[in-house]
């Protein structure tokens, strides 16, 4: 499969981008038909001729692929030779089985290319130096894709992995990064650390983080979600980017320095939104991020629902791209509660427990209640267990969602171990167990 990088396409007129993307689109429905058990097959079934496809409107033509089309034919979707295969990665499982995915050379050099771009549009130079925060093992792709980017960059790296705020403070204090990957959260466990052991963080090199796993910003008006708010209040002088990504997508979507909405890398994937019927949402309405790959050579995606929920903007941006954007996730499309008459997705949920300070750590619990309905349950961990204080988190979530979930009130260790299951690469916060 040709990879066709074009770093300077994100630039050109609308009109530009999507010539440029329905000539990749072309190359990838003539791969597909000529390399995918999977997509073949599909095809055939549904009497569809792959080189009819030419536009982007031709998609809607086309069956979706589900992640339960992953889990069960995973090994379909595979279009080389087993010995062309460098990489083995895995999804991370949090909407079911994990599904393992084959990265060729070709594929590992377009993942470096993804995140070289990334960073460039975060504002990164080759004169930065990048502390790896997250993990680059136990089959994780971005912690690799982090890793490949920054030295196509040319910066300097110093992989530190995730945890262990001591080992993170003595790297800032010997090699003076200037910037990070991280899951925003882990930013405040490095400030508690930081102010019991006297060090100045707001005085160290460290200036940006882009920040992975935790919506940053309102989906609707880009200002700081509680979180975001929280870590700037404590750390003005880190500038916050949010970064999203998937493995199935092989390609991240990041802020530029205006922090309205994630780019789209217009030269490696197509983006569609669409709603529970599949058709495409009103612009500026939320829909299922809908993805199909362009340039990559082992596993291709061609119409790919991954789930999750976004908005999509369109207009142009002040730094000059006229790629569209994504707002930070909404929720997942199956993680969505009817609960007491109210839709809600975890993200709003977890925005009210982030502005309580008094709470260490929460694990939102769902389940089908006697009369099969949803019903949610709030495990908190926190010193202040007083009738009072449940008082005030129930308010909270009147005020905020409308709805008051049932709270139960836990040792914040327990809570730890809930959100770290053996097998998990990241923190639990939400328990489906309809």
Request: overall charge negative; charged content about 25%.
């Amino acid at each position: 499969m040709k990879f066709t990088p074009d770093p300077q396409i994100q630039f050109a007129s609308p009109d530009r981008i999507k010539a440029f993307q329905e000539a990749r689109l072309a190359e990838t429905m003539q791969y597909l038909a000529e390399h995918s058990p999977f997509y073949r097959r599909m095809f055939k079934d549904n009497s569809i001729d792959p080189l009819s496809i030419k536009k982007i409107e031709d998609l809607r033509k086309l069956p979706l692929t589900s992640k339960d089309d992953l889990q069960k034919f995973s090994n379909e979707f595979i279009c080389v030779e087993k010995d062309e295969i460098i990489d083995y990665v895995t999804t991370s499982g949090t909407l079911g089985d994990p599904v393992t995915f084959a990265l060729t050379e070709a594929d590992l050099e377009r993942l470096a290319y993804n995140e070289w771009l990334s960073f460039s549009t975060a504002g990164c130079t080759r004169s930065d130096i990048m502390q790896l925060m997250t993990t680059i093992d136990r089959r994780f792709m971005a912690g690799l894709a982090y890793f490949l980017g920054a030295r196509k960059m040319g910066m300097g790296i110093v992989r530190v992995g995730n945890g262990i705020p001591e080992l993170q403070w003595d790297t800032i204090r010997r090699i003076h990064p200037d910037c990070c990957m991280v899951v925003p959260s882990f930013l405040m466990k490095l400030v508690d650390y930081a102010s019991h052991n006297g060090i100045d963080w707001r005085g160290s090199s460290l200036k940006k983080a882009i920040c992975i796993g935790e919506s940053l910003r309102d989906a609707d008006t880009f200002a700081l979600s509680t979180l975001g708010q929280r870590i700037h209040d404590v750390w003005p002088e880190l500038e916050l980017y949010s970064t999203y990504a998937s493995t199935e997508m092989q390609s991240s979507f990041t802020e530029c320095s205006a922090h309205n909405g994630g780019h789209v890398p217009v030269d490696l994937i197509i983006v569609e939104l669409l709603d529970e019927d599949g058709n495409p949402v009103v612009p500026g309405q939320p829909g299922e991020v809908t993805v199909t790959t362009l340039g990559v050579e082992a596993m291709p995606l061609l119409r790919f629902r991954t789930g999750d929920i976004c908005r999509m903007y369109t207009e142009p941006c002040q730094c000059g791209r006229n790629s569209a954007r994504l707002s930070s996730v909404i929720g997942r499309r199956s993680q969505m509660v009817k609960f007491k008459g109210t839709t809600l997705y975890p993200p709003a949920l977890f925005d009210v427990l982030d502005n309580i300070p008094e709470i260490t750590n929460y694990i939102v619990e769902v389940y089908t209640n006697d009369l099969g309905t949803d019903e949610v349950l709030v495990r908190v961990g926190c010193d202040d267990q007083s009738d009072a204080f449940l008082k005030k988190i129930k308010d909270m979530f009147r005020a905020r969602v409308r709805v008051a979930p049932s709270v139960s009130f836990e040792k914040a260790e327990y809570i730890a171990k809930l959100q770290m299951p053996p097998m998990s690469r990241k923190a639990v916060k939400f328990i489906d167990m309809r």
